[in-house]
């Protein structure tokens, strides 16, 4: 009995910690810089995911998370550029797409993702870009094969996939399309 109180007391030490370790006030209200307009509170733009995780330096979250996305890429392409050449060991050229170390951190910079009206709606497909993203695509292999993959996307084989291939449950193939919890 006083095993389980000592353990309990143990895992809510550990959760409040948690919780107060994880806190930390996000709501910064982002303004037009031309016209001064405050849009919304923002917490994390994620429009690609891990872009922000992998490129934005810790001490620059909170501000680029605050940047509406028509600024983005003057204001962190060139950290991006920075990054991406330290990942490849300043040897970065073009990746699959054709896109130099400049051309591509300014796409990523702009953390928005772009959907297509038109087209296929997709995150990559051999043939269509950016166009979307499908729950089915797999976002991080085609960002790992950007960043490391080089022209062919066959430069860095290790570092091209996470090797997660499939989802842990099948997509529904009707609303609310996403799987039950386990």
């Known amino acids: 009995m006083k095993k389980n109180i000592i353990y309990s007391i ?11 370790a994880c806190h930390k006030d996000k709501n910064v209200t982002p303004a037009d810089p031309n016209t001064g307009e405050v849009f919304a509170v ?29 600024v983005m890429g003057a204001a962190y392409q060139a950290k ?7 990942y490849n060991g300043g040897a970065y050229t073009t ?9 591509f951190t300014g796409v990523l910079a702009t953390d928005v993702l772009n959907v297509s009206t038109t087209g296929k709606t997709t995150y990559y497909d ?3 870009v950016l166009t979307g993203r499908q729950l089915s695509d797999d976002v991080i292999d085609v960002s790992l094969i950007l960043v490391f993959g ?3 996307a066959t430069a860095n084989p290790g570092l091209t996939s996470d ?15 996403e799987a039950a919890p386990w």
């Open 10 to 20: 143990i895992g809510l030490c550990a959760l409040t910690f948690t919780l107060s």
């Open 42 to 70: 923002v917490g994390d733009q994620v429009g690609r995911p891990g872009i922000a995780t992998v490129f934005v330096a810790a001490a620059d979250r909170d501000n680029f998370n605050a940047t509406i996305p028509s």
């Open 80 to 86: 991006f550029q920075t990054q991406l050449q330290a």
């Open 95 to 103: 990746n699959l797409l054709g896109l130099s170390a400049a051309a």
């Open 126 to 128: 051999g043939t269509n």
């Open 150 to 152: 080089g022209p062919t």
């Open 163 to 177: 090797h997660v291939d499939h989802n842990d449950k099948p997509f529904l193939t009707s609303f609310p399309y």
